[in-house]
């Protein structure tokens, strides 16, 4: 089994700053693309950045210059620096990860499994004028 778990939100004053954290649990073989979303009250849920298995990213344009995705594969964790935050960044944040491969040996055998989007079950983050 599969999960994803972030952490690091809270409330925090306009101008400031948190790093969320996204750690995948479970039998972890590899994790293709992953990224972080958000969704504010009466709002769809919406990238805010991803990063491929190779580093590279790609930034919704209200967060350019502001927040920061990276990952590190050895610990199955992605992570959201957020900088410089503004009230309009308040919302839910879910971690994703587009596909992840678990893999189990056993004594005469090796099974590969493929999850297909994976959600974390969201932190929120809060940001006061």
């Known amino acids: 089994q599969v999960q994803l778990v972030e952490s690091g939100g809270g409330l925090v004053q306009a101008g400031g700053s948190l790093r969320l954290s996204c750690a995948a649990s479970?039998?972890?073989?590899?994790?293709?693309?992953m990224g972080w979303y958000r969704q504010a009250p009466g709002k769809q849920r919406e990238v805010v950045a991803r990063?491929?298995?190779?580093?590279?990213?790609e930034y919704a344009d209200s967060v350019k210059a502001r927040f920061t995705i990276s990952r590190e594969n050895a610990k199955n964790t992605v992570y959201l620096q957020m900088s410089s935050l503004k009230p309009e960044d308040t919302a839910v944040y879910y971690c994703?990860?587009?596909?992840?491969?678990?893999?189990?040996?056993?004594?005469?055998?090796?099974?590969?499994?493929?999850?297909?989007?994976?959600w974390g079950q969201g932190t929120q983050v809060t940001v006061s004028s």
């Open positions: 990063i491929t298995s190779g580093g590279s990213t």
């Open positions: 994703y990860a587009d596909r992840i491969t678990t893999r189990v040996q056993g004594a005469s055998y090796v099974r590969y499994s493929s999850h297909s989007d994976s």
């Open positions: 479970g039998s972890i073989f590899s994790i293709n693309d």
